[in-house]
C-alpha cells in the first residue's frame, strides 16, 4: 500500500491534536472582559492586528475569572485572556505574548498589574508613556518577564 504525501501530512495534523489556529499559524486568544470595559477591546486589537485571532467572552463576574486562572491577586488588572494554556492578564504587549509562546516557559501566566498609560489600549495621545513590568507567575513568587516604556521594549 503507497501513502502519499497529502494522506500523511493530513495524518501528521491529525496526531498533533485539536488546536485553535488562524491561517497563519498564530493560535486564538479567548479574552474575558468586563461588558463595560473599553480598553480591554482595544487590547485585543493590539493583540489582533500582530495577527493573533482573539474571541471576546464578556463576563461581569470577570475577578471569579482571574482567580479560577490562578491570576495571584497583586497582579490583577482590568482583562484576563487564554493562549495555549497560559493566561495574560492586563495589558501584556504581543511581543512579549510571542516571547512567551516561542520559549513556553514553566509558568503559568504573563501580567501587567493596573493599567500603564502607553501600554496597549492604554495609549493617551500626548501623554509620556509610563515604564512598566511584564510579569511572570507560577509556582514562583512573580518575576520581572520584559520591561517596557509604552508599546518599546526596552533592555534587560
Known sequence: MMINRRAALAAMVMAAGPRS???????????????????????AE?????????????????????ARLGVPQPLWSCHTAEVEG???????????????????????????????????????PGADPDTYEVMAFGEAQPSMFMRFRGGVALPG
Request: charged share 20%.
Open 86 to 124: 497560559f493566561v495574560l492578564e492586563g495589558h501584556v504587549p504581543a511581543e512579549a505574548l510571542a516571547r512567551l509562546l516561542a520559549e513556553r516557559p514553566a509558568i503559568r501566566g504573563l501580567a501587567v498589574p493596573g493599567m500603564p498609560v502607553g501600554s496597549p489600549g492604554m495609549e493617551v
Open 21 to 43: 489556529l488562524s491561517a497563519a499559524g498564530r493560535p486564538l486568544v479567548v479574552v474575558h472582559k468586563d461588558p463595560s470595559c473599553g480598553c480591554c477591546g482595544a487590547w
Open 46 to 66: 493590539h493583540v489582533a492586528a500582530a495577527g493573533y485571532p482573539t474571541r471576546i467572552v464578556e463576563d461581569a463576574r470577570i475577578n471569579a475569572v482571574k
